[in-house]
């Protein structure tokens, strides 16, 4: 019995158990390197736009395993647009943030019109899109810059909101801001869980035992202690880190809380019985691609200004990266199951992956053969794990 | 006497929980046209699959004795082998094809892996010629009738060489004259030698062209009428098939008090999604009251199932015309939603197709077509939510430990629950139930009868598809009778019978 529930545990969190096993195993190969606060840093700089594009990717994904191959293009493309506007035309970045969205929203609504209204496959509809976007984005690119690229390193605020830190500290001394904000992070973790434990035994609901729930609030405070520690010895808190957590939360909040969210898996589970239940499929469709096209706009600022340049190469393999860690977190490739949590642990494994097999030296090429493995290996154990419970 | 072509021995199939056959036996000579009729569900179907080895050697009791050995067929292609071909009630074809191809689909002609393409259109042109076909059989199947694709077929069986020929209701899709056509070229293939197993509904076809009926019922043979000894009428063969005594299957209602008309359907037609030309359901006009039961009985494919989804929100069907009445006023209603809005519930009857989420919890499922009445601006008050679900899975007792079980671990009469629940939480005023026992045990059809009950007390209306006899007899206050996209008959519970029903429908068939 006792046996059974500690299984139960370890599958639940087989991804969380992994990440963590994972970047033990590259902090040994790297003798310690890949623990430095600079790696940290690194992890979220990096990695930031895995976590916004996928969690675009993890609705399109709910709706029936569709995804949308064109955001890596998009990236590149708008790019370009955001670089001809604040460079060459030296126009404000404020306004040129929002002409940059509005196109967004403009792709994302043809997108999601020929999608959802006119039924093509989404593969086909962003496939198109995934070539056209990284054409056109180069061609404009070189048309207005001799060196293919259209640097952004003057644009001061633009890159402070973006790609800059908060209370900036120089590295290896103390960021006093990033562990206060680090302890304030843990008390709402350990206040929300214990309130809605209460809740819960209030109402007389299931919940789990005290014991499970202190030992993961210890684990999760840890985690986030580690964390704002390391950050704040690498010069504070990025700026983008608080672009992903609002992200993350507001997504969360969709899909778990919102009539709208329930209706992504719904449609993913059973589209006909939603649609005979009175719920407009074709509009959920529609905003899946929608949103997605507006969270690579968002992609889009935070690469651009990490770069400090539009580049023709930008966004490339971007959404792969997105679809990896939607399917490495447990989001099902055919829909209606996955969540935000898991999408961030797969996130992160991908991104901590990628950054030990960087600080090991790993060739470019062994560490995509690593990532197409792993990808695999997720999806298997995700339909051996499914099949084992479904002869139960 | 002829000699004993198949015989199947004491056959006995058995599904969990279900006796789909019961000792079933079946004699067939060779050079005879042999008709098996029963009700929906009586196993006609199943016998046949344990025929042609679609359940395999050892999944079934009893033996199947073809031309003096005992057979022991592992899958369809032993049985092809020895010449038993079936020919399924669907159209097996596939639509972008040539008739040529699809007659040679897993059989192709040639050497090992290379196809000869002249050696395959030359056959295939040969047993067209055998079937009535001027086709070429370069013709793609999309391009040629209904009719037509029936005797590809044949043809197709033909070409395997079929020494005993089954035809799972080969007219269900066809029109008259098609139908007597094919019919007319059973009776050619009898004088060349040809045996023949038909099911089929329609007993005036039977009686066209069987030389013996055997009859089953609910997984039973009851009886082999042999045409040319005896005089066999339509009216005896019913007695057969339906002869059967309703005891206390059904839940008593006290007599109700009915209310206004809730709701009118007038020269309601609905045209096919694909084939726009044909309609589906032809000019039908009905009406339900408060607190009514009203029935609508019809076979397979009599047009049921889409006349509900074409009310409910036109969820199915290219044009619609005819009027629609709620508490007497013209309503439009454009889609599901409209139509919920309007108090109008459609329990579907494929409830794994378009009824459930089965990857998704009981709770997710009961709140589904009523998110507002769980959320607030759009957000789930998850307490409210769970509650409703609890609720319901109280007050009609579903089986199950917690509202949190994704619904495709349930039994199906606990889904079926489910289903129920999901429509009831949306507070309907009509609810059209089309099938709602379908493939549920007799325990929990009794408990569904009861909340049909409960339902029509609170002066609900119900309207009820069913293709079983006995429960519409046993649960309607009126029955309306469909036949081909058409209403054939309208009876008052105390005068309907089965045979009366059963004749409506035999009667329209010939007109």
Known sequence: MANESVMKVLKKNAMLIVLVLVFIFFTVMTSGQMFEAMQFNALITQNAYVFVLAAGMLMCMLTGGNIDLSCGSFVCFLGAIGGILMNVKQMNPGVSIVVMLIIGVIYGCALGYLIAYVNIPPWIATLAGYLAFRGWGTALLSANSSTGSISLAAQKGFLAIFSGKIFSTPPGKLNVICVVVGIIACVIVVVTQFMSRANKVKKGYEVDSMGALVIRCVLACAAIMLFAYKLAMAGGIPTVLLWVVAIVLIYDFITSRTTMGRYFYTIGGNSEATRLSGVDTRKIMFLAYLNMAVLTAITTYIVAARFQAANSTAGTYYEMDAIAACVVGGVSAYGGAGNIFGMVVGATLIGVINLGMSLMGVDANWQKVVKGVVLLAAVVFDILADKKNSTK | ?511
């Open chain 2, 1 to 511: 006497m002829a000699k004993e072509l198949l015989k199947m021995d004491h056959i006995t199939k058995t599904f969990p929980g279900v006796k789909a056959l019961d000792n079933v036996n079946l004699s067939v000579e060779e050079g005879e046209i042999h008709a098996l009729v029963g009700e929906n569900g009586a196993g006609k179907s199943t016998l046949m699959n344990v025929l042609s080895g679609i359940y395999p050697y050892g999944t079934y009791e009893g033996d199947i004795i073809y031309n003096g050995e005992v057979c022991k067929f592992q899958t369809i292609k032993d049985s092809e082998s020895k010449g038993i071909v079936i020919i399924h009630q669907e159209l097996a074809l596939v639509p972008q094809m040539s008739i040529g191809e699809n007659m040679f689909l897993g059989n192709e002609r040639g050497k090992k892996n290379a196809i000869n393409w002249n050696e395959t259109y030359g056959e295939a042109d040969k047993y067209l010629k055998m079937v009535g076909l001027s086709e070429s059989s370069r013709v793609l199947i999309k391009d040629i009738g209904t009719g037509k694709q029936q005797l590809v077929e044949i043809a197709k069986a033909l070409a395997k060489h079929a020494k005993l020929l089954i035809l799972d209701e080969p007219t269900s899709s066809l029109n008259e004259t098609d139908s007597r056509a094919l019919l007319d070229l059973m009776l050619e293939f009898k004088k060349q030698g040809m045996t023949m197993i038909i099911i089929s509904h329609k007993l005036n076809e039977v009686v066209y062209v069987a030389d013996k009926i055997t009859v089953v019922r609910d997984g039973s043979t009851v009886e082999t009428l042999d045409c040319h000894t005896m005089e066999i009428s339509e009216d005896r063969i019913i007695r057969g098939m339906v002869g059967r005594e309703i005891t206390n299957r059904f839940p008593k209602r006290e007599a109700i008090e009915k209310g206004d008309i809730n709701m009118e359907v007038k020269d309601w037609t609905v045209y096919h999604p694909l084939y726009t030309e044909r309609k589906v359901v032809d000019n039908v006009s009905l009406n339900v009251r408060k607190g009514e039961v009203v029935g609508i009985y019809g076979l397979m494919g009599a047009g049921r199932t889409e006349l509900a989804m074409s009310i409910f929100g036109k969820s199915y069907g290219s044009t619609i015309t005819g009027k629609l009445l709620i508490n007497g006023k013209e309503t439009d209603l454009k889609n599901p939603r409209a139509a919920i809005d309007a108090k109008l519930a459609y329990v579907t009857e494929d409830r794994k197709g378009n009824g459930l989420i089965l990857s998704n919890t009981i709770k997710v499922n009961t709140s589904l077509a009523n998110m507002d009445g769980v959320s607030d601006k759009g957000i789930i008050d998850a307490d409210k939510e769970y509650q409703v679900a609890v609720e319901y899975k109280q007050k009609l007792e579903t089986k199950t430990p917690s509202v949190e079980q994704n619904v495709g671990n349930l039994s199906g009469g606990n889904q079926q629950k489910v289903l129920l629940a999901k429509w009831m939480f949306t507070d309907p005023d009509i609810l059209i139930l089309d099938e709602p026992t379908r493939g549920i045990d007799v325990g929990a059809k009794y408990e569904i009868y009861c909340i049909i009950n409960d339902l029509v007390r609170a002066g609900k209306s119900v309207i009820m598809i069913s293709s079983e006899l006995p429960e519409v007899l046993g649960m309607s206050d009126r029955i309306y009778i469909m036949n081909e996209g058409k209403f054939v008959g309208e009876l008052n519970a105390e005068e309907a019978s089965q045979e009366l029903i059963m004749q409506s429908i035999l009667q329209s068939g010939k007109g």
